[in-house]
C-alpha cells in the first residue's frame, strides 16, 4: 500500500452506505481511479463534484479500488460548479471519458485541457477537449480522409459506422449521418491547435458537432449515452 497526493475531480459516486461512496475520479497523474470514500456524507458537507480538489489517497496492490482519506477542494476552480455553462459540459465530457477510457492511465495533458474551461471559450473548449478523448482513447475518426478510397474529404462528407466517408462513396442505404462543409471546416481545423484557436464556433454549430461525437462514442462502445438527452435540453439545445 502507498499514500499518495494527487489533483483531481470526482465526477460520479454510488452510494455506499448512510456514510459512504464509490468515487470515481479524474486524477492529473493517475488518469480515471475508483476511490472508496468512507466518510463522504456527514452533517456539515457531502461530495463535491466537478471541482478540481487535493486529494489524499491510499493506493493498494492488486485491486482497482484505492481509498480516499479526504480531499479539498481548490478556491480558484470553484467556479466549476457554480457556473451552469460549465458544470453541464463537464458532465457530458466526464460521462464521455468514462465510457472511453481505462483506468489507472495518465492523461496529463486531457486534465490541463480540463482545468483550462471557463465561461468565455465552454463550448468550444468542449468540442476540443472530446476530440482529444477520442484520439488518447485510439478510437478518432479520420475526418479528413474517406475510409473506403482515401482520397482527401473537400466537401460534404457522412459518418458511418466509425469511419468517416466521402459523398462518392456513401451507400445511403445503411442510414449514414451527413456531415455538411461548415462542420467539415471545423472538424478539420481540430488538428492544428493555431487554425482551431482562430476558428468560431456557435453553439448551434456546438450541437451538430456534439450529436456527431456522442453518435461516435455511442457506436464504440454500444451503448447509449443518457447524459446528451439532458445535457441538450439543459442548454435549450430541444
Not at 36 to 61: C, N, Q
Not at 106 to 123: M, P, Q, R, T, V
Request: a positive charge; charged letters at 25%.
Amino acid at each position: 500500500m502507498k499514500r499518495i497526493s494527487s489533483n483531481g475531480i470526482i465526477y460520479k459516486y454510488t452510494v455506499y452506505s448512510d456514510s459512504s461512496c464509490i468515487a470515481s475520479v479524474f486524477t492529473e497523474e493517475f488518469g480515471k481511479l475508483k476511490l472508496f470514500m468512507p466518510k463522504a456524507f456527514t452533517k456539515r458537507s457531502g461530495v463535491v463534484k466537478f471541482v478540481p480538489s487535493t486529494l489524499d489517497i491510499l493506493r493498494k496492490e492488486n485491486s482497482d479500488l484505492f481509498k480516499l482519506y479526504s480531499y479539498s477542494p481548490i478556491a480558484k476552480y470553484i467556479s466549476f460548479l457554480e457556473v451552469p455553462d460549465i458544470s453541464i459540459r463537464l458532465n457530458l465530457i466526464f460521462d464521455i471519458i468514462d465510457s472511453l477510457l481505462p483506468l489507472d492511465e495518465s492523461y496529463e495533458y486531457l486534465y490541463k485541457l480540463i482545468l483550462n474551461i471557463n465561461k468565455e471559450n465552454a463550448h468550444k473548449a468542449l468540442v476540443y477537449i472530446i476530440y482529444i478523448v477520442f484520439k488518447v482513447s485510439g478510437t478518432l475518426p479520420s475526418f479528413y480522409t474517406c475510409k473506403v478510397c482515401n482520397n482527401d474529404i473537400s466537401s460534404l462528407s457522412f459518418y458511418l459506422e466509425g469511419d468517416i466517408v466521402c459523398d462518392k462513396c456513401v451507400d445511403k442505404n445503411n442510414s449514414p449521418v451527413p456531415i455538411s462543409d461548415e462542420i467539415n471546416n471545423i472538424l478539420k481545423s481540430l488538428k492544428c491547435n493555431s487554425v482551431y484557436k482562430d476558428t468560431v464556433i456557435e453553439k448551434t454549430q456546438e450541437d451538430k458537432i456534439l450529436q456527431l461525437f456522442v453518435k461516435h462514442v455511442e457506436v464504440v462502445t454500444s451503448k447509449k449515452l443518457k447524459s446528451f438527452k439532458s445535457f441538450r435540453e439543459l442548454l435549450c439545445y430541444i
